[in-house]
């Protein structure tokens, strides 16, 4: 499959994905907080929006997910503000990463970023299409409304 982007910005860089084995390719910073930034840094409960400088055309019935990187949030417990980026296949706008930590987490190093660093890991998934209907019942299963860790409770 073929991915068409548009660079918006000249510090953009084409997305890649690290090793063969890699399902997620990187998406880089070109900007923070609307600006070229140079040595930013995401502090505690201070959130950072930065700018790819790229537009993607996402087929239609496909969508792009963007996730935290796992260094990121292991070694400095950062991760994407809205954990999950949802980028829509009529999309055409720059895609950008807010990334955010918790305030209360004061012995973790802070994260700091220059310019080109990755911020996130991004992959294009098929979406289908579905059509809504309302039912007087739905089929019975087994678990049936159990939900919140009801098939890890009885015997281990």
Do not use: W
């Not at 950062?78 to 895609?95: F, H, K, P, Q, W």
């Amino acid at each position: 499959m073929k991915l068409r982007i548009l660079k918006l910005h000249p510090n953009a860089q084409v997305p890649v994905y690290a090793t063969e084995g890699a399902a997620c390719f990187d998406l880089h910073a070109a900007t923070v907080d609307g600006a070229q930034y140079i040595g930013s840094s995401c502090e505690h409960g201070n959130p950072i929006e930065c700018g790819t400088g790229l537009a993607f055309e996402i087929p239609e019935g496909h969508v792009m997910l963007i996730f935290s990187r796992s260094g990121h949030g292991f070694n400095f417990d950062t991760r994407l503000a809205n954990c999950v980026g949802v980028i829509d296949s009529d999309y055409r706008g720059e895609v950008k990463v807010k990334l955010t930590r918790d305030p209360r987490d004061e012995f973790v190093p802070t994260l700091r970023f220059q310019h080109g660093d990755r911020i996130a890991q991004a992959l294009i998934l098929p979406v289908p299409r579905v059509e809504f209907e309302v039912a007087e019942q739905l089929t019975i299963t087994q678990r049936g409304a159990g939900g919140f860790g009801s098939t890890g409770q009885g015997a281990a």
